[in-house]
T-cell receptor
Framework: DAKTTQPNSMESNEEEPVHLPCNHS???????IHWYRQLPSQGPEYVIH???SNVNNRMASLAIAEDRKSSTLILHRATLRDAAVYYC?????????????FGKGTKLSVKP | GAVVSQHPSWVICKSGTSVKIECRSL??????MFWYRQFPKQSLMLMAT?????????EQGVEKDKFLINHASLTLSTLTVTSAHPEDSSFYIC?????????????FGNGTRLTVT
């Protein structure tokens, strides 16, 4: 599976936008970019995913570079409940397993 | 939305005993379930993949005789940690998917924290 690189940690102030970067220079043509987050002592939660075009949903936006070698998860207004570890994962939708391989993720801290 | 329920949320057991963890898909048929393990301050590590009605596929380094996985129905998979030892203390998380929707998000349970004394 192609690998992703994320900063270990980031800090944000409450109600400010947060941009979480992810590098995936070895991404293949069939890899989708998935983002999950894990709140303390909980299972991961799906955030968003995309292939080439930018994506928006009620939780976040995903901006994908034109060469697809990097992406950015955007939380438009961080809240204290957004404090979590955010995982950027490449998932081959042409694969037969469907499982996710987790990296170390970015631990986001949100200050009031 | 799709819901995966995991039970128990936490369990404490004595060394040498066995513990069973249940993972249920509440509103969809989970043809495939994945079991992960997470040690403190580390990421999730895939332990095994289980397809309904067949034997689980274990990742390298995971002992299949120690971590027994049963996926006898489309809504239930169980993980039994046999002869548990303190080093098995961890956060165990299941996830489920319907095979025809492999491009859909994975749905995760809320995890089971196992402490072996």
């Amino acid at each position: 599976d192609a690998k992703t690189t994320q900063p270990n940690s980031m800090e944000s102030n409450e109600e400010e936008p947060v941009h979480l970067p992810c590098n995936h220079s070895t991404i293949s043509g069939t890899d989708y970019i998935h983002w999950y987050r894990q709140l303390p002592s909980q299972g991961p939660e799906y955030v968003i995913h995309g292939l080439t075009s930018n994506v928006n949903n009620r939780m976040a936006s995903l901006a994908i570079a034109e060469d697809r070698k990097s992406s950015t998860l955007i939380l438009h207004r961080a809240t204290l409940r957004d404090a979590a570890v955010y995982y950027c994962i490449l998932r081959d939708h042409g694969g037969s397993q469907g499982n996710l391989i987790f990296g170390k993720g970015t631990k986001l801290s949100v200050k009031p | 939305g799709a819901v995966v329920s995991q039970h128990p949320s936490w369990v404490i057991c004595k060394s040498g005993t066995s513990v069973k963890i249940e993972c249920r898909s509440l509103d969809f048929q989970a043809t495939t379930m994945f079991w992960y393990r997470q040690f403190p301050k580390q990421s999730l590590m895939l332990m095994a993949t289980s397809n309904e009605g067949s034997k689980a596929t274990y990742e390298q380094g995971v002992e299949k005789d120690k971590f027994l996985i049963n996926h006898a129905s489309l809504t239930l998979s169980t993980l039994t940690v046999t002869s548990a030892h303190p080093e098995d203390s961890s956060f165990y998380i299941c996830s489920a998917i319907y095979w025809a929707q492999y491009n859909s998000p994975l749905h995760f349970g809320n995890g089971t924290r196992l402490t072996v004394t």
